[in-house]
């Protein structure tokens, strides 16, 4: 039959595809399990944490992490900060170059910065530059890019002008935005200069292969300026969505590292915790709700409360996250050096149906049907049905459930069309302001419709303050307008980051609150 | 007209689940979403089915789910089989240009991904249907509005392979002696379209609906994960089966969550398809 | 041949023109925006972003600028995949998804035919009433079932492949297996229905009459005419498994091309959706061409000018 010579023909052709990739090289020195498929590895344009990760390994910004999350030096060998906390003069390496050969100098660092605020280039995160003084108004179009207060004297030096004292600002200089690309490199092939043939990167890695849908090669760029820092010479990042794959992936050996909870089916969590080659931490992220509060019934504060009082949030963690995650009071995560977040109030169902018999509710009578919106997916649902369930019987209440496809569901948020949201908030840098700043009035991330005067102004006088305890206690104090009389959320717990390693093989890979793991740090144990 | 033995039993056993659909709920002590502190518990006799992650009682869901995904095939496959059915008709009987017309929009609708069309269907029209719905007598229902357009969204995809096949047979059974005759006595389109074609290709119909019907009831799990479909706590079979399926991993998984959904789910299918060839065992027609 | 080929092709160029502006449309009135993310997107930006990418204006403007682009050859970037082309994404995904559906589609009719041949020689006997239970168990099994089963027995219970992964022919097999067994079940009993209805066929009944030989009936005579069914069903059926299946993918964790047509709405990645489908419209019609032709070989009474 014809089948029988056509097919082996398609057989024959494919093959020569498939034996002809990357698929016939020898096992990288390390594989990880990285998450999705990354979306970009422009640092101007990178959003997400799997994608930083990489990024991070590929460039290094003035400060770099350490294996613990800490903020060291990178690029830059030392800096001066002026006393009033706001110029940073950073002087550079002498001995850094390009993969390409080219020095890096202080000018790629103001073009690149300059490149993600421009707003041709179109940067997701633009605004986490705008702590320098200018920034903002050249994103906005305002300003010429002149305005954008980043000097680079001589090729050795920056000089960073910030618009208030930002503590943290050290811990910014190695956020994935801050990262410096090659000018020549983006400006010659624009949109594609992230492809591995065209790619320059001053990192400890550098990208040699990146198939979509299946893995990022890196390898050992011997430009970088300490080469002997560098403890494997390939790794490879596998692009895997499902959590069930890439843990059978892990257990079948295939994979050296599990980088992320989600990358480990929820309902074996408890039977991991006190394998050794379980690895849990806090994070610096917090999963909540949002309520509506631009219409009935949650327009109501009262109602607001009553809500969180009555949910028993350890039950959630107990039952459906069961990594062992501290339940949330405040919307910032503890761990942070000198803040102590204001805890909301504990729950209390009695005090609960008070409140709603107040509001005119006795025992959720004549309460309308509501419903949390949440998109799809296992987590998401567990939690919310455990939710539902707690309010409806210690409340009385109808609420319903209601999932939606992602990117209805960020639709329905953005046009505050839902009663009640699921939501989390994973922290860019380690200071509260990361959290605290979305609910300032009109800031995107808002998504409440909530807006209350003291909150803004108290946010304003602690980005003003230059001493950092007064700092903190601003910070609290409007933290507590948030999660404890306010309540336009209501948060549940914080996050925990899993590993999965064999301590017994690796190190370098420590857990942290801020969730870093530089690839470089990782090796054999005790090499 | 006889039914054979075999064909007796499947009908029996199709008619408990149906029973069991329309009445197991009402009889279970526990409700559809009703957590409890049991969770995760292995069948004994309190629960016979044991429990899922929420303490929800497993059986008492599947005789939930049965109704959706029962209700889900039929709606589905009968929208499906009018729509198909007709167009096939038309189309055949027509012939000429108005065929080729009709037969090219099948091949475009065939060539998209159904998914485009359920995800739009679904989320322009979920919110404006529940609005519409509640400011009618017809409010305790505005809740299963997403439910209502999963009907009308999978049988609007199903139809096409449907008005092929019928549009093919009708080619060759329009220029057969009777029907040429018929014509010739004058008689008019419609009833010869209803009186003489569509009877013979009867058979074929019978046969395409038992494979309709697995299929749409597979297609709504699959909608139902990506949450384009039944809105928990309620669940139907799909949903049941790849919750199921998702807690597969090698180092303890829950057996019953996947194996009572999966013997219901795919006993049912295997059920409705013998009875299938059944009935065209019956009609002797197809086997000649 | 030819001009029956050339008229064929020709006339299927409107089709995958609808095709590809019915999809374009629907992706875009969908409700919500390829650039929205959970972290929130400034309007200036989006506005940005949309004219950088030629989608602002209005749908006919959009879909105008599209069709003019992809006449030119350019399927445009990816919206969720910044940076990346629809071709680049396409070029290294289709290759695999072709590969892992090549074995599958040859799995389902090399285990489907002989299959459905045996029972429809058992007919009415009790090989016959297994193995159609046995296809119809194989039709009602959804993959997202049959796949992590599938891993537990063979990768972890008897350690005999790997649960995933691309790169080894040896990861080819469980996923290439469970693509093909719901075509395997289909493709037995369309052959068993095909060849039943051929063997009480008059012209049968005479060659029996004459004293030809069962076997002779069987493979000489009645195979031919009976394998025209499968063959109907064969071309789509290429063109649906070579572009592969989420569930698959995902499980087996294979970087082909069938995620995209799921994830690029859910993300409304246009561009990418548009494209895929332009791949799968493409091989469907050339599917379908080389079943009516083979139709046409195998059926002496059908002209290739109907």
Known sequence: MIFRRVFPGLLGLSCLFFFSGCGSQPRADLVLCNGAEPQTLDPALVSGQLEGRICAALHEGLTRRDARGKSIPGAAQSWKISPDGKTYTFTLRPDMKWSNGDPVTAEDFRYSWVRALDPATASPYAEILF???????????????????????????????????????????????????????????????????????????????????????????????????????????????????????????????????????????????????????????????????????????????????????????DKMTRGGEPIALSLTPRGVPGYRPPEGPAQDEDTARALLRDAGFPNGQGFPRVSILYNKSELNE?????????????????????????ATYLRSLDTLDFDIARSSWVGDYDDPLTFLDCFATGRGNNRTGWSDATYDHLLARAQAEANPASRFRLLEQAEEILVSRAMPILPIYHFVGCLMFDPGKLDGLLPNLLDEHPFAEIGPKGK | MRLSRPAWLILGLLGVLVLAAIFGPVMSPYGVGEVSGNRLAPPDGQHWFGTDLHGRDLLTRLMYGARISLLVGLVGASISLLIGVAYGLVAGYLGGWADILMMRVVDVLYALPRIVLVIVLISLFDLKLKTLLDETFLAPFATHARLLLLFVGLGLVEWLTLARIVRAQVLTIKERPFVLSSRLIGQTTPVILFRQILPQILPIVTTYLTLALPAVILEESFLSFLGLGVQAPLASWGTLLADGASMLNPVATPWWLIVFPAVVLVGCLLLLNLLGDQLRRLDGHAER | MLTFLARRFISSIPVVIAVLALCFLLVRIAPGSPFAAERALDARTKAVLETKYGLSGSLPEQLLRYGSRVLRGDL???????????????????????????????????????????????????????????????????????????????????????PAGWGTPSQLILPAFCLAIPFIGAAARLTRAGLLDTLNSDFVRAARAKGVSEASLVYRHALRPAILPLVAYAGPLAANILTGSLVIEEVFAIPGIGQFFVNGVINRDVFLVSGVVLVYCFLLLLFNLMADWLTALLDPRIRLSS
């Open chain 1, 131 to 317: 702590f320098i003084r200018g920034a903002e108004d050249f994103q906005a179009g305002r300003a010429p890019v002149a305005a954008v207060e980043v000097v680079a004297p001589d090729a050795g030096t920056l000089v960073v002008h910030l618009k208030n004292p930002v503590p943290f600002f050290l811990s910014l200089t190695s956020f994935t935005t801050y990262l410096p690309v090659h000018r020549a490199t983006v400006e010659k092939h624009g949109d594609r200069w992230t492809r591995p043939e065209h790619w320059v990167g001053n990192g400890p890695y550098r990208l040699k292969a990146w198939r979509v849908n299946d893995r990022v090669c890196l390898e050992k760029n011997p430009a970088y300026h300490s080469p002997e820092r560098i403890r494997l010479n390939r790794i490879d990042a596998l692009a895997v969505t499902r959590a069930s794959t890439a843990f059978n992936l892990y257990s079948s050996g295939q994979a050296d590292v599990l980088l992320d909870k989600g990358l480990i089916p929820s309902l074996i969590l408890p039977k991991l915790r006190g394998r050794p080659d379980f690895h849990p931490a806090p994070l610096f992220a917090t999963y909540f709700y949002r309520f509506n509060v631009t219409r009935p019934p949650f327009d109501n504060p009262k109602i607001r409360r009553a809500f969180s009082l009555a949910l028993n949030k350890e039950a959630v963690v």
């Open chain 3, 76 to 162: 445009g970037d990816s919206l969720k995949f910044r940076g990346r082309t629809v071709a680049e994404i396409i070029g290294q995904s289709l290759p695999r998804s072709l590969l892992i559906g090549s074995i599958s589609f040859t799995l389902a009719l090399a285990l489907g035919i002989p299959l459905g041949a045996y029972a429809a020689a058992q007919h009415r006997g009790k090989g016959d009433s297994f193995f159609n239970s046995l296809a119809l168990l194989t039709l009602s099994t959804p993959t997202f079932v049959l796949a992590p089963v599938s891993v537990l027995v063979f990768a972890f219970g008897l350690k005999l492949l790997p």
């Open chain 1, 382 to 406: 567990q939690v919310a049905v455990e939710v539902q369930a707690q309010w409806t019987r210690a409340l009385g209440v109808q609420v319903e459930l209601r999932n939606q496809e992602w």
